[in-house]
């Protein structure tokens, strides 16, 4: 191969490489920006507690972070409770109602987002707890 190809192919692999390069930072940059897009994204769920023998409901109401969620309580709630929430990112949503009674409830929990059912759970226990993927997550 005379030298003149050899240059010529050269800088053409090295044009290649660069734009190549180029490209996957551009990739990297977008996939950065969509997981700061997730982790911030806020969204509204909606938690609903039925049955009876209910002595608290601790929830997910979006304090804290995704991680490590604050969770609220509602001491001696009236029932049916229902309660609507923003949560941020791929922090999960999640309500847990407790018996009063140690031998255990009739105790229904559903969590909500958008008119869809993320979670719905029933038991005689003395907590039933309902705990959904962020609907956010992985969009």
Request: charged share 25%; hydrophobic share 35%; with cysteine.
């Amino acid at each position: 191969m005379n030298r003149a190809l050899r240059t010529a192919a050269c800088a053409f692999a090295a044009t290649g490489l660069a734009l190549g390069l180029a490209a996957c930072s551009e990739v990297k940059d977008a996939v950065k920006d969509e997981a700061s897009k997730q982790v911030n994204q806020e969204y509204e769920v909606t938690y609903e507690v039925t049955g009876k023998g209910v002595d608290k409901i601790q929830f997910s109401g979006g304090k804290g972070d995704a991680m490590k969620p604050e969770l609220e309580t509602v001491s001696k709630p009236e029932l049916p409770w229902k309660k609507t929430v923003t949560l941020k990112g791929v922090m999960p949503p999640s309500v847990m109602p407790y018996a009063s009674d140690l031998s255990g409830g009739d105790i229904n929990c559903k969590i909500t987002y958008q008119g869809k059912v993320l979670k719905e759970a029933s038991g005689k226990d003395v907590v039933t707890g309902c705990i959904a993927v962020s609907p956010v997550a992985g969009k």
